[in-house]
C-alpha cells in the first residue's frame, strides 16, 4: 500500500465511527476492515490522524508524544525550514511532507482528525483557527497567540466548531497543580489575596538592538512563510530557531515562554478570568552615560507586572505579580534562609489570609510553608489525576479527540487557556505600552513616555484599555497583506 | 601686603584656632598674627574662617567647594585632584588655592594651613582619605555614599567620634524640609506604625551588566593612574572608568544604590526607629551573552537589581521590611494611588506603609499622604524639626557653620554617627548582590542566592561565609584606613 493514500483510506473510514457533531464534512465511505488489518491493527475508530505543523524541537517532542500514546498516527508533517523537520521526517518516514500549511490543509484535510501547531508565536492563530474551520481538533504549543484578540478568537471557535483543544502547557496535566488545588479548596491557606511568580527566563539577551548582520536565505527555509503573519523583513542571523522568542514581531518574551507555565497554577486554583489593571515596570538598558536605550521591537532583559483580579465567587481581589529576567518576589518569611523557593529557578507562591503556599514550573513541587506544614496537614484527593500526570498531557488530547468534542475533559482546553493567555498577554501589552513615545513640543529630539508608571484599565469583556488608548495597539497586531483569522 | 598663597593661608589658620574653643583640637601651639596683616575690605577675623581643602575637585567636588565658598566664612585653600583636568574649573573658581595630585602630600605638607577637608573622589577612596583627614583633626565633609564599604563606614564613624571633628555626608537633602515634613507626618501618628518601605530609582543612568572593559591605553598626561587607584588593587588604566563611569564598577563604584540610595533612603532612615540591618537578599537582571549562555560580568553591576532588607525596630515593635528596587524596576502601585498618578518623584521616590495609612515621597519632593485627596483632609502638624537655613542648598553652610563652632556645639544633619550606619545599610544590598552573583565551585551554581542573616555588632554574614569579602576591601600594600 503507498503510505500517500494510507492515511487517506484509514480516516475516512474511521470517521464515519466518531461521533463528533463538529463534523460537518463531506459523505463518508466505509473501507472494508480488512484493508486496514495486520499486525498489531487497530479499529480505525481508535486511532487519531494527526498532521504536525511546525514539527522541529516542541513540535517534534509534541507529536512524539502523541505517537507514543498508541492511539495516534502522525500522517503529515509541515515545516517552513526542512532543517527543523529532519528529525521528525526520520521519525516518521511514512507521514508525509509539506512546507506550507494551507497547501497541506487544503490537499489532506480530509485525511486529517487533528493538527499539533507548533510554530513561532506569531503564526498560531492563523494555523490553528485554518484547521479548527475545517473541523479539525487541535493541539496548540503555548502561548496559544501572539495576541489578546488572537486568544479570544481562538477560544470561540473552539465552541462554534466543537472540536477538542488542548493547550502545550503540560504542567496542567501534572499532579501539582491538583495538590495545589486540595489545599486551598479545603481553606488550608485561607483566601488567598495576593500571588508572586518568578521565572530566571529570558535565558537569550533581550532589550538589544535589531541584528544588521543580513544573510542570504538558507535553502532550506522559505523565510516569507516563516515570517507569515509578520511584517515583512530582511532575513538575519540567528533568528531561526530559536532568537525569534525575544523580538515582538514574532515572540512573545519571557511571559510567552513561560507564563503558560508558571501562571497556570494560580489562574486554576483560584478560579481566574480576566483582569482589570495592569502595571509594568522594566528593567532599562543604557547604552551610554545618561543615553537609556530604546529598543520597542525587543523584549526587555526583565520586568515586572502587576495583575489586578476582580473579587470573585466570594473569594478578595488577587494581585497577581509577575518577575522575570532574574529578579524576584522577596522570600517570605516562613521559609527557611537556606530553603530553596519555588523550583530555584522559577516559582509560584501564594499568599492566603491563613498561610502560604508554593510551587516550582508545571505546578510541581507543591508545598505549603512553612514547610514543616506539609507534614501537618492532610487533605483528601478529590481532583481526578490524569495518568502519567504532565507527561499525560498528550495521550489526554489524542483520547479526548477520539472520544469527540464534549466527551472527555483536557487539562488545558482553549476555554480555559484562552482567558489565561490573554492574561499573560496583558503582562506584553503593558511592557510595549512602556515603550510608547511622543517627541516633546518644545524639544523635538526629546521624548514624553505616557504609558510609563501608569495603571492600565482593562475591559476584558471588550478588550479594551479604557484609560490610555494607544495601548490597545497591542490587542490586535495588523497582518501583512494576505493574511488573516478568520 | 601680599604674603605667598601658602604661607598666607597658613597663618590665617594657625592665628585663627586660638579662638576656636574645640577639645578636639589638641595640635600644636598656637601664635597670634596682628590682625592688620590680614586686614582689608571685607575682612573676616582669622577666627571666623574656616580654611578648607578640597580632595577631589571636579563634578560634585567643585560644587561642594563653592557650596562652602558662598558662605564668607569658608575659604578654600588647597585643592587636590589626581586628575588635572578634572581641577580646571575649581583651579579657576579658586586662583589662590595651592593644588596638589596626591592628598597624602598635601596633609604632610600643609596640615597646619587646613581646618577642613572636603573629599569627593571616587567611592574607593573615599575612606583612606577622610580618615586621612580626620587623623589629622579635620573636619570632614565627605561625599555620598560615605565610603565603599561596609568596613570603612564603621571605621569613619568610631574616628569621627574619637578624634572629635564634625563630619557631614554630602547627601544634601538631609537639609531640605521635605524630609522634616515627612518625620512630622510620621510622628503626628498619621500612618501610624510603620511596617514597610518601598524605595526606588531609575538609576543607573548609565550601563551596568556589561563586560569588563579590555585593551591596552596610554594613561593621560593630565591622570596620575597609581594615585586614582589609590588603595585598589593595580589594573591597567582604561578610559572606560573615567571621569564617570567608575561608578558601575565594583572594584571604584557602588552602584546604583551607591549613587541614590543615600538620597532615596534618608527619610526611612532618618524618621523610623531602625539603624542596622538584621537581613537582606537581593534578586538582579541577568546578563546574557549569547543563547542559554548566562554572562558572568563579576566586576560590573547589574543593570537592574531588587533588594529587601529587614529591620527590628528600635522601640521593639516587630520588624520593618525593606524594598529598594533600581534600574527602571517599581514596586507595586498604592491602591490608594489614581491610575495616572505619578508615583513617587518620578524618577525616585519612597513609600512608608503603616498600620494607619501610607506616606509616598521622594527627595526632593514634598511628602504626601495617600490617597493624595487625605492631604486635603488633614491638618498639617505644627513644624516641630528645626528647619535648615537655606534647606538642601544650606546643607554645605551648615557644616562650614558647625566646623566654626567646634565639634558638639551645633547639630548637622549628616554626621558620620548617622551617616556611617545609613551607609552601611545601603550598601549591605551591594554585599547582597555581589553574593548573589558568586558562582559555586568549578563555576556551577550560585551558592549565595539565599537570605543572608547579618550580625552588624560584628559586621559578619553569619549563614554564607563566602559574603564576608564584601565586607572590606582588600588594600594595597601602602594604604590603611
Not at chain 1, 50 to 78: H, R
Not at chain 1, 403 to 413: D, I, L, R, T, W
Not at chain 1, 442 to 450: G, I, L, S, V
Not at chain 2, 288 to 310: G, T
Request: with cysteine; glycine share 10%.
Amino acid at each position: 500500500m503507498k503510505e500517500k493514500t494510507t492515511p487517506s483510506a484509514d480516516s475516512i473510514s474511521r470517521r464515519k465511527f466518531i461521533s463528533t457533531a463538529g463534523l460537518t464534512a463531506s459523505a463518508f465511505t466505509i473501507v472494508p476492515r480488512f484493508v486496514l488489518g495486520g499486525a498489531g491493527y487497530k479499529a480505525p475508530s481508535d486511532i487519531l490522524y494527526v498532521a504536525g505543523i511546525g514539527v522541529g524541537g516542541k513540535g517534534e517532542s509534541d507529536i512524539a508524544n502523541f505517537a507514543k500514546s498508541g492511539k495516534a498516527e502522525i500522517t503529515y508533517l509541515c515545516d517552513v525550514d526542512d532543517r527543523r523537520a529532519a528529525k521528525s521526517v526520520a521519525a516518521f518516514p511514512k507521514a508525509k511532507y509539506f512546507k506550507d500549511y494551507r497547501m497541506l490543509l487544503d490537499k489532506e484535510h480530509k485525511n486529517i482528525d487533528a493538527v499539533s501547531v507548533s510554530t513561532p508565536d506569531h503564526n498560531h492563530a492563523v494555523q490553528a483557527m485554518a484547521a479548527m474551520q475545517l473541523g479539525k481538533h487541535v493541539y496548540v504549543q503555548k502561548p496559544l497567540t501572539h495576541d489578546i484578540y488572537e486568544a479570544r478568537m481562538l477560544t470561540e471557535a473552539a465552541k462554534k466548531y466543537k472540536v477538542v483543544t488542548q493547550m502545550g502547557n503540560q504542567g496542567a496535566s501534572g499532579d501539582g497543580v491538583r495538590q495545589l488545588t486540595e489545599w486551598y479548596n479545603a481553606g488550608t491557606i485561607g483566601d488567598v489575596h495576593t500571588v508572586y511568580v518568578w521565572t530566571n527566563r529570558p535565558v537569550w539577551p533581550q532589550g538589544i538592538a535589531w541584528s544588521d548582520k543580513t544573510v542570504p536565505v538558507p535553502k532550506e527555509l522559505d523565510w516569507d512563510l516563516w515570517l507569515g503573519t509578520a511584517p515583512y523583513k530582511e532575513f538575519v542571523e540567528k533568528i531561526v530557531p530559536f532568537n525569534w522568542r525575544g523580538w515582538w514581531d514574532y515572540g512573545t518574551g519571557a511571559l510567552g515562554d513561560m507564563a503558560c507555565h508558571l501562571v497556570e497554577p494560580p489562574f486554576r486554583v483560584l478560579g481566574l478570568n480576566y483582569p482589570i489593571d495592569v502595571t509594568a515596570s522594566v528593567g532599562s538598558v543604557y547604552v551610554d552615560e545618561f543615553k537609556r536605550g530604546y529598543f520597542p521591537e525587543s523584549c526587555p532583559p526583565s520586568s515586572h507586572i502587576i495583575l489586578t483580579f476582580p473579587a470573585r465567587n466570594g473569594k478578595p481581589p488577587v494581585k497577581l505579580h509577575w518577575m522575570d529576567g532574574g529578579i524576584q518576589p522577596e522570600r517570605p518569611d516562613e521559609l527557611d534562609a537556606n530553603e530553596q523557593m519555588g523550583d530555584g529557578g522559577n516559582g509560584v507562591i501564594f499568599v492566603g489570609t491563613k498561610g502560604k503556599m508554593m510551587c516550582g514550573t508545571y505546578g510541581a513541587l507543591p508545598s505549603l510553608i512553612p514547610t514543616a506544614r506539609n507534614k501537618e496537614v492532610s487533605v483528601p484527593q478529590t481532583i481526578k489525576r490524569v495518568p502519567n500526570g504532565a507527561n499525560g498531557h498528550y495521550a489526554q488530547w489524542v483520547e479526548a479527540c477520539i472520544a469527540g468534542y464534549g466527551k472527555m475533559e483536557v487539562s488545558s482546553p482553549f476555554e480555559i487557556a484562552g482567558p489565561l493567555t490573554e492574561t499573560i498577554l496583558m503582562g506584553n501589552l503593558a511592557i510595549r505600552s512602556h515603550d510608547i513615545r511622543r517627541p516633546k513640543q518644545d524639544k523635538p529630539n526629546e521624548f514624553d513616555y505616557p504609558g510609563r508608571n501608569i495603571k492600565l484599565l482593562w475591559d476584558g469583556s471588550n478588550m479594551k484599555i479604557t484609560n490610555f488608548d494607544d495601548a490597545n495597539q497591542f490587542v490586535k497586531r495588523e497582518y501583512r497583506t494576505g493574511w488573516k483569522l478568520s | 601686603m601680599a604674603l605667598p598663597k601658602k604661607k598666607r593661608s597658613e597663618i590665617n589658620s594657625l592665628s585663627r584656632r586660638k579662638f576656636i574653643k574645640d577639645a578636639g583640637l589638641t595640635a600644636a601651639a598656637f601664635s597670634i598674627l596682628p590682625r592688620f596683616v590680614l586686614g582689608g575690605k571685607g575682612f573676616i577675623p582669622p577666627s571666623d574662617t574656616l580654611y578648607i581643602a578640597g580632595i577631589g575637585v571636579g563634578g560634585k567636588g567643585e560644587s561642594d567647594l563653592t557650596g562652602f565658598a558662598k558662605n564668607p566664612k569658608a575659604k578654600i585653600v588647597f585643592l587636590c585632584d589626581v586628575d588635572d583636568r578634572m581641577a580646571v574649573k575649581s583651579k579657576a573658581n579658586f586662583p589662590q588655592a595651592k593644588y596638589y595630585k596626591d592628598f597624602r602630600v598635601m596633609l604632610d605638607k600643609e596640615g597646619k594651613g587646613i581646618d577642613a577637608v572636603s573629599v569627593s573622589t571616587p567611592d574607593h577612596t573615599h575612606a583612606v582619605a577622610a580618615m586621612a583627614a580626620i587623623q589629622r583633626s579635620k573636619h570632614v565633609y565627605v561625599q555620598k555614599p560615605l565610603t565603599h564599604s561596609i568596613y570603612e563606614a564603621r571605621m569613619l564613624a568610631e574616628a569621627a567620634k574619637k578624634y572629635k571633628v564634625v563630619t557631614q555626608m554630602g547627601n544634601q537633602f538631609a537639609s531640605a524640609d521635605h524630609v522634616r515634613t515627612a518625620k512630622e507626618l510620621v510622628d503626628a501618628g498619621l500612618i501610624g506604625d510603620v511596617t514597610k518601605v518601598l524605595t526606588w530609582t531609575n538609576r543607573p543612568v548609565w550601563p551596568q551588566g556589561i563586560p569588563t572593559p579590555t585593551g591596552k591605553y596610554a594613561v593621560p598626561k593630565e591622570v596620575d593612574w597609581e594615585l586614582w587607584l589609590g588603595p585598589s588593587k593595580y589594573i591597567d588604566y582604561n578610559p572606560a572608568y573615567l571621569p564617570f563611569n567608575w561608578r558601575g564598577w565594583w572594584q571604584f563604584g557602588t552602584g546604583a544604590l551607591g549613587d541614590m540610595g543615600c538620597h532615596v533612603m534618608d527619610a526611612a532612615f532618618r524618621i523610623l526607629p531602625i539603624d542596622f540591618p538584621t537581613e537582606v537578599e537581593c534578586s538582579a537582571t541577568t546578563a546574557w551573552s549569547d543563547f542559554f549562555k548566562e554572562a558572568n560580568y563579576a566586576d560590573s553591576c547589574p543593570a537592574s537589581s531588587i533588594i529587601h532588607l529587614k529591620f527590628p525596630r528600635k522601640d521593639g515593635k516587630g520588624n520593618i521590611n525593606f524594598t529598594w528596587l533600581d534600574g527602571g524596576l517599581l514596586p507595586q502601585r498604592p491602591e490608594e494611588l489614581l491610575p495616572e498618578e505619578q508615583m513617587g518623584g518620578g524618577g525616585n521616590g519612597y513609600i512608608f506603609e503603616g498600620t494607619k495609612g501610607k506616606l509616598m515621597g521622594d527627595y526632593n519632593m514634598a511628602p504626601v499622604l495617600l490617597p493624595t485627596s487625605r492631604m486635603r483632609e488633614i491638618t498639617m502638624p505644627k513644624p516641630t524639626v528645626a528647619r535648615v537655613p537655606g534647606a538642601e542648598a544650606g546643607h554645605y553652610t551648615q557644616w562650614v557653620e558647625a566646623c566654626m563652632q567646634g565639634y558638639g556645639k551645633m547639630e548637622v544633619s549628616s554626621p558620620f554617627e548617622y551617616a556611617g550606619p545609613f551607609t552601611e545599610a545601603v550598601i549591605m544590598g551591594n554585599l547582597a548582590i555581589r553574593s548573589y552573583a558568586m558562582r559555586g565551585p568549578d563555576g556551577k551554581g550560585y551558592p549565595g542566592r539565599k537570605k543572608l542573616l547579618w550580625d552588624a555588632k560584628n559586621m559578619k554574614i553569619t549563614n554564607f561565609d563566602e559574603a564576608n569579602q564584601y565586607v572590606r576591601d582588600q588594600y594595597r600594600e601602602g594604604w590603611t584606613v
